[in-house]
């Protein structure tokens, strides 16, 4: 009777199951929110007048602005956002 036993154990793996894939939709929506408010802040940080910068701040900015450069390059193009539509 181990068939009957696995069947009833069904509804409870289903439960958790469901409650992994919501924690990881959840985990990963606010990783969402996370990268959303880093893009913002950066787009500040590269939007400033930089001839107001410093040397220093110059520095800074060319640093960061590898880093984005480096993290664009990683991630690719995914959605194709990167790309002017073509027309035809």
């Known amino acids: ?3 009957l036993r696995d069947l009833l154990a ?3 793996r289903i ?3 469901e409650c992994q894939v919501a924690t990881q ?3 990963l929506d606010a990783l969402g929110g996370r990268i959303d408010d880093l893009a913002a ?5 590269l939007d400033e007048d930089r001839t107001k910068f410093s040397e220093a701040g110059q520095a800074a900015y060319d640093r960061l602005a590898a ?6 390059a990683t991630v690719g193009d995914q959605d194709g956002s990167d790309n002017a539509a073509v027309n035809e």
């Open 15 to 17: 439960r958790r199951l």
């Open 10 to 12: 069904i509804p409870a």
């Open 41 to 45: 802040d950066i787009r500040v940080i």
């Open 67 to 72: 880093k984005v450069e480096a993290l664009d």
């Open 1 to 3: 009777m181990d068939w």
């Open 25 to 27: 939709e959840e985990m």
